[in-house]
């Protein structure tokens, strides 16, 4: 791979790679803790093998030029230091150009040539966005020496998906991606990044990776409603009882105060509180290696997404009731902001070949077209892979 990108980096850039060096950061996956991540509650992540890859240099003409291999029709999208605004035109260099914005110093002489390519489906939910902000953040910390720390990196690359982007999410995928470890889940307490490593012991099973195939612009969803009507919530909630978040709240204070909500109001907050709850009795399942408990929990948080917060959709229904009937699955729900993207199962191994069949044969008959499936492992965080001059193997 890092051979093949390095070789693509000199078609790109008409030079030699002597100079480059090369940058990852992975995709990540939420086993549960949907949504609860902006409302300062728990979620429970994993980074994946696939991810983002960057081969980058400094240049001596003070440009920026940024080409990806997933996107080779745009050519190369090249700007100056000072032509770093939001450019709708540009696509997804907005993700590394709002880094850059971020962390590039004023007075850098050189500028930089970059090639990217991701290995994360488009659209899928797995933060292909997070993934290029992290790798580019990564990149440039790298090349101008900026010794910030890696959670540092974290926030700004959350702060410029809110500020620059326009999508208002959560710091989950962010840390996820930056902070991940392999062969490990992420426990993360959203409101105060307290965080700590589970071991993910699966023994005779797999996680599950299923894609909808069903695109869906997180941007333009019903991401940002959601979270407003989190918001006005929360704001009532305080007259009554001492949160500083969601998070903070207990079902059985969801159950004294949701009369002072609206009906819809009632719905997102129950969602949110519960689904926390969940989390964190998920977190324990996994240390106490109950994968059957966890995967009812699993269970649970899809039917809260479903029926509470409404952002599953006929596709992940229907993925994911597919999964519920096989009988080598431990667990299955929505994963990501919903509306389409993928589903996270937990599946037996000797199952997984008789779950990708069955399963993808029954959501083709019901939705039209086939799903993907991927079988996951679980990899590190955010990182550079060579340094400037040094050999592949």
């Known amino acids: 791979m890092i051979e093949y990108l390095k070789n693509e980096y000199i078609k790109a850039f008409q030079g030699g790679y002597g100079r480059s060096s090369v940058f990852f950061a992975p995709g990540r996956v939420n086993l549960i803790g949907e949504h609860t991540d902006y409302n300062g509650g728990y979620v429970l992540p994993c980074s994946l093998h696939m991810g983002t890859y960057a081969v980058a240099r400094l240049n001596d003409d003070g440009m920026i030029r940024l080409y990806s291999k997933n996107f080779h029709e745009d050519g190369i999208v090249s700007v100056t230091k000072d032509e770093l605004a939001y450019d709708e035109r540009h696509g997804w260099a907005n993700y590394p150009k709002g880094i850059i914005r971020a962390l590039m110093p004023r007075d850098a ?69 930056g902070m991940g470890k392999a062969g490990h889940a992420l426990l993360l307490d959203c409101q105060t990044l307290q965080y700590e490593y589970l071991p993910l012991s699966l023994e005779d099973c797999s996680i ?51 009369h002072v909500l609206s009906p819809i109001e009632q719905k997102r907050v129950r969602h949110v509180v519960s689904e ?29 997404l479903r029926d509470d917060y409404e952002v599953t959709g006929k596709e992940l229904d229907t993925l994911v009731e597919a999964a519920w009937k096989h009988e080598g699955t431990i667990g299955a729900r929505m994963t990501g902001a919903g509306f389409g993207g993928c589903t996270v199962n937990i599946v037996k191994d000797d199952h997984i070949p008789s779950f990708i069949e069955q399963v993808g044969q029954m959501y083709e008959m019901e939705i039209g077209y086939a799903p993907s499936f991927y079988v996951a492992k679980i990899g590190d965080g955010a990182k550079q892979l060579t340094k400037e001059g040094e050999s592949i193997r």
């Open 208 to 258: 599950v990776i299923a894609n909808t195939n069903k695109k869906r612009g997180l941007a333009d969803s019903a991401y940002n409603e959601r979270r407003a009507t989190c918001e006005q919530a929360l704001t009532k909630l305080q007259q009554y009882v001492r949160i500083n978040s969601l998070g903070d709240m207990t079902m059985e204070q969801f159950n004294q105060y949701a």
């Open 109 to 177: 002489q050189n500028g930089i040539d970059v090639l990217y390519y991701g290995n994360i489906p488009n659209g899928a939910g797995l933060s292909s966005s997070a993934s290029i902000e992290l790798v580019t953040a990564v990149m440039l910390n790298y090349l101008f020496e900026l010794n910030i720390e890696m959670l540092e990196l974290v926030k700004i690359s959350q702060q410029v998906e809110n500020e620059y982007i326009g999508v208002n999410c959560g710091i989950m995928d962010q840390f996820a991606v």
């Open 276 to 304: 926390n709850e969940r989390t964190k009795q998920a977190a324990f399942a996994l240390q106490q290696g109950d994968l059957y408990t966890f995967g009812q929990l699993m269970r649970q948080s899809h039917e809260s």
